[in-house]
């Protein structure tokens, strides 16, 4: 393996990364492509990091493809990322499932087109029994789309008497979310440049430590992944405590 996975602390690695998956039309614009090229050469990057993530043992990785804004982009780029979508998953179930690789999806499936929804449904399915890397695919997925059902769903376990008012906590609210069976991420990763959430994750990222690089999404690769675990390991993270407590040291 190269140098920079060297610097890698195995025993101290995220436990689930999340990432946004910014800079494919950009990244195509400046060949003087098409903006699809650039989603069809991003699929190559995912590639390179699921297989990066499940080679050092991460649990889980998730890749923020398309979000409920994403559906007002012009028509031509939704359905052709629709159509690219169905037809990456169509040709890497096979090696999902060689890797031992689960695969999930966020977000609101009723808006995917249906063959698109059925297509999913399957992989689903066929890698449900791995029990390596689980791929959390974020699609038609927004943060204030997943509360705002969150919210409705609590709304109705109150109103039906399944649930007291008085009962509701954090863990509750977790369990209504599309994450309820995943950890929180300790480390949010956006490439191309642009420092900002985007709706991802708004309520799960409350502590991750969080990465941006100039990089484009379809030339990020394994050495990229590598510097940005290798940046995570360097920090401290306190969650609203002092150094020497979280050192750590006795403090009165
Ligand atoms: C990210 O790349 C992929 C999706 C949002 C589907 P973009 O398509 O946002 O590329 P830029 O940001 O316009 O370069
Ligand atoms: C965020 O990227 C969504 C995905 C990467 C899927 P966008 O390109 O849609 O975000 P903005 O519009 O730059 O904030
Ligand atoms: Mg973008």
Redesign the pocket.
Known sequence: MSSVSEKIDKNRLPRHIAI???GNGRWAKEKGEDRLFGHFHGVESVRNIVEGCAELGVEYLTL????T??WDRPEYEVVGLMELLVSTIRKEVDSLNKNNIRLHVIGDMSMLPEYARNELNEALDITKNNTGLNLIMALSYSGRWELLNAVKNIAWEVKNGRLNIEEINQNILQKFLCTSGFPDPELMIRTSG?Y?I?N?LLYQLAYAELYFTNVRWPDFRKENLYEAIADYQSRERRFGKISEQVEGNEVV
């Open positions: 946004i998956m910014d923020y493809a398309f979000s804004e994403n642009e900002r985007s991802f």
